[in-house]
Each structure stands twice: as structure tokens, then as C-alpha cells.
């Protein structure tokens, strides 16, 4: 994030939430504390993570696609021209998501058209939690969130692989 944005946005320049942040003990907190501080000093909320995101990347307690507990995930979205109920169907009914997503899927948990928890076939643990939103009759959108990958550069690669995959699923849907 620039530090115009982020000045423009909360009133203050990296530099100066580094200095509020440190004089705060921040580094020595976990993630949760530090956004609440933030927060507490009339930062927006969006804006509260996206400081105590950069503030835990500048001291090097995170890296870029690292969570605070070690772990990576990377994210991933597209909107389609499709209703929602169709789009969410690409991912739930077995026989179409395989025409355009050829590993195997375990999932574990739809809320229909809403929400979708899902393993793939990897022996790594990794995780996909996936987000529908209908933006009107024949537009809606998917966000994923891949987690629990190993390393940054395991998250950069899953994050291309999903651009790709969500390439074959709108060429499937006709986009």
C-alpha cells in the first residue's frame, strides 16, 4: 500500500504509524491487539488491517501472502456473467466442475448459493474456502481463499493455478 494512500486514508505516513506502532510495543503483540490499537486511534476498520498488515511486513513479522501464525494462503476472484445459482454450480455439482477443474474434490461443507468449504486432492492440507455473491440477475462473482499452504512461493503458484482454472470455468460458462 503507498504511503499517499495510506495517508490520504488514516492522516498519517507509514513512517508515523511505525513510530506510534513501536512506541505501542506493537511487534511484541499479536495480530488482533495491534489492529484493535489501531483502530482505537480512529483508523476505519479496512483500513486498521491494511495498516497492521504493512506494519507487521515492515518489522518483518510477515511476509507477503503470510499470515500472522507462519502459515500462506493466496486469494483469488472472478465475476461472471451468470446468475449466482449457476456459477455456484460450476463448483458443487461433480460432473461439471470437472470439466473445468480436473483435481479431485472433497467438499466439506455448501451453504448454497453462499458459501462452499472444500479440500483437493493434495496431500499437503491445504484448504479452499470459497464466497458467492449474486450482483444481479446474470452477473455474479466467487472469491477463494486457498490457506494452510506451506511457503510463499507454494501461495504464488496456487494463486496462478486458480487464474487458470477460473480461465477454463469461464470459457465453460461462455464468457
Given amino acids: 500500500?503507498?504511503?499517499?494512500?495510506?495517508?490520504k486514508?488514516?492522516?498519517?505516513?507509514?513512517?508515523?504509524?511505525?513510530k506510534i506502532l513501536d512506541a505501542a510495543k506493537a511487534a511484541e503483540k499479536p495480530h488482533r491487539e495491534i489492529a484493535k490499537y489501531v483502530s482505537s486511534v480512529?483508523?476505519?476498520?479496512?483500513?486498521?488491517?491494511?495498516?497492521?498488515v504493512g506494519y507487521e511486513r515492515i518489522r518483518g513479522l510477515r511476509d507477503r501472502?503470510?499470515?500472522?501464525?507462519?502459515?500462506?494462503?493466496?486469494?483469488?476472484?472472478?465475476?461472471?456473467?451468470?446468475?449466482?445459482?449457476?456459477?455456484f454450480d460450476a463448483f458443487a455439482k461433480p460432473r461439471v466442475r470437472a470439466r473445468w477443474l480436473p483435481e479431485k474434490i472433497n467438499v466439506r461443507a455448501a451453504d448454497p448459493h453462499r458459501s462452499m468449504r472444500m479440500r483437493?486432492?493434495?496431500?499437503?492440507?491445504t484448504l479452499v474456502h470459497l464466497g458467492f455473491t449474486s450482483t444481479g440477475d446474470s452477473k455474479s462473482a466467487v472469491a477463494i481463499r486457498?490457506?494452510?499452504?506451506?511457503?510463499?512461493?507454494?501461495?504464488?503458484?496456487?494463486?496462478?493455478?486458480w487464474a487458470d482454472r477460473f480461465d477454463a470455468l469461464s470459457d465453460l460458462l461462455g464468457q
Fill in 65 to 87: 501472502r503470510q499470515r500472522r501464525d507462519g502459515g500462506y494462503e493466496a486469494n483469488k476472484n472472478r465475476t461472471c456473467q451468470v446468475p449466482g445459482e449457476k456459477l
Fill in 146 to 161: 486457498h490457506s494452510k499452504l506451506a511457503d510463499r512461493s507454494a501461495a504464488e503458484n496456487i494463486k496462478a493455478r
Fill in 120 to 125: 483437493m486432492n493434495m496431500r499437503d492440507g
Fill in 1 to 7: 500500500m503507498s504511503d499517499a494512500a495510506v495517508k
Fill in 9 to 18: 486514508a488514516t492522516g498519517r505516513h507509514w513512517i508515523d504509524w511505525v
Fill in 42 to 52: 480512529g483508523t476505519p476498520d479496512w483500513w486498521s488491517q491494511m495498516v497492521t
